[in-house]
């Protein structure tokens, strides 16, 4: 889901639409259609950022859907594959990597992974047992903070990133 010009764009996973709603009172005023499968959207103030559960981003315009360029996306040198959900934020783009508990943060000049966040301490061993995958990741403009959750998850977290000295 993303925020743009007073509209929200929201991705289908399997079905090749992306629904517009408008902001003020969800109502739905529009559709896009892609090829692929849908994961996580973001936008970066210019442009749509789209993950498809690969190692590459596609960054779209947010008035047509017209892909405009494609990334991909390294981890030291190697693809970074399953791009799942997508935050933009200060210049950055982070995505969490399906079926783990990490958030990478990416170049969207170089696709380079820039840091990784493990969130695998966020739950107890015994919520853990109940809940499904990371699988969301929120910016909070006011705090400067990030929201994160997954499925099933029986809370949601405000969490700030801070480097880990080398």
Request: one cysteine or more; proline letters at 5%.
């Given at each position: 889901l993303a925020l743009v010009d007073g509209r929200l764009i929201q991705l289908t996973w399997q079905t090749e639409k992306a629904f517009v709603y408008n902001r003020a009172d969800f109502k739905e005023v529009g559709e896009f259609r892609y090829d692929g499968e849908g994961w996580g959207l973001c936008h970066d103030g210019t442009r749509l950022v789209m993950s498809d559960g690969s190692d590459r981003l596609t960054f779209r315009d947010p008035k047509t859907f017209a892909v405009q360029s494609i990334l991909n996306v390294t981890l030291s040198g190697q693809p970074a594959r399953e791009l799942n959900e997508l935050e933009c934020v200060d210049g950055l783009?982070?995505?969490?990597?399906?079926?783990?508990?990490?958030?990478?943060?990416?170049?969207?000049?170089?696709?380079?992974?820039?840091?990784?966040?493990?969130?695998?301490?966020?739950?107890?061993?015994?919520?853990?047992?109940?809940?499904?995958?990371?699988?969301?990741?929120?910016?909070?403009?006011?705090?400067?903070?990030?929201?994160?959750?997954?499925?099933?998850?029986?809370?949601?977290?405000?969490?700030?990133?801070?480097?880990?000295?080398?």
């Amino acid at each position: 889901l993303a925020l743009v010009d007073g509209r929200l764009i929201q991705l289908t996973w399997q079905t090749e639409k992306a629904f517009v709603y408008n902001r003020a009172d969800f109502k739905e005023v529009g559709e896009f259609r892609y090829d692929g499968e849908g994961w996580g959207l973001c936008h970066d103030g210019t442009r749509l950022v789209m993950s498809d559960g690969s190692d590459r981003l596609t960054f779209r315009d947010p008035k047509t859907f017209a892909v405009q360029s494609i990334l991909n996306v390294t981890l030291s040198g190697q693809p970074a594959r399953e791009l799942n959900e997508l935050e933009c934020v200060d210049g950055l783009i982070y995505a969490n990597v399906w079926q783990t508990d990490n958030i990478l943060r990416i170049d969207p000049k170089t696709g380079k992974v820039t840091g990784m966040i493990d969130a695998s301490g966020l739950l107890t061993p015994e919520e853990r047992q109940k809940t499904d995958v990371l699988n969301g990741i929120a910016w909070n403009p006011q705090t400067k903070t990030f929201l994160i959750t997954g499925k099933l998850w029986p809370k949601m977290f405000e969490v700030q990133f801070v480097p880990v000295p080398r």
